[in-house]
Nanobody, 127 residues
Framework: QVQVVESGGGLVQAGGSLRLSCTASGLTFPNYAMGWFRQAPGKEREGVSC????????IYGPSVKGRFTISRDNAKNTLYLQMNSLKPEDTAMYYC????????????????????WGQGAQVTVSS
């Protein structure tokens, strides 16, 4: 059974930083593309950042490019999202997603379907 668990959310002032972590078990983590998505109340889900299994390719949403950095440690089965220069509009529930099968990448758009999702980590940025 695949389990995806996020951690590291919290409350931070605008301009501050947070790092989210995501662990995935029940799958061979190094073989799976991973991603971060977010959803704020009343808004559609947004693709934040995604990374392929080998880390050779990363994708960032336009609203976070230059401020957020995605990375992974395959030895620890862990995905990270370093968030710097946080803005109030970054406030959302952040979800980690593992791709549906190994060596496959369906993209990082808001409409990505399937895969394995975590329960989410709340990030709140105060002004």
């Amino acid at each position: 059974q695949v389990q995806v668990v996020e951690s590291g959310g919290g409350l931070v002032q605008a301009g501050g930083s947070l790092r989210l972590s995501c662990t995935a078990s029940g799958l061979t983590f190094p073989n799976y593309a991973m991603g971060w998505f977010r959803q704020a109340p009343g808004k559609e889900r947004e693709g934040v950042s995604c990374i392929t299994w080998s880390s050779l390719s990363t994708i960032y949403g336009p609203s976070v490019k230059g401020r957020f950095t995605i990375s992974r440690d395959n030895a620890k089965n862990t995905l990270y999202l370093q968030m710097n220069s946080l803005k109030p509009e970054d406030t959302a529930m952040y979800y980690c997603r593992a791709e549906s099968r190994p060596y496959y990448f369906s993209g990082c758009s808001s409409t990505v379907a399937g895969g394995y999702w975590g329960q989410g980590a709340q990030v709140t940025v105060s002004s």
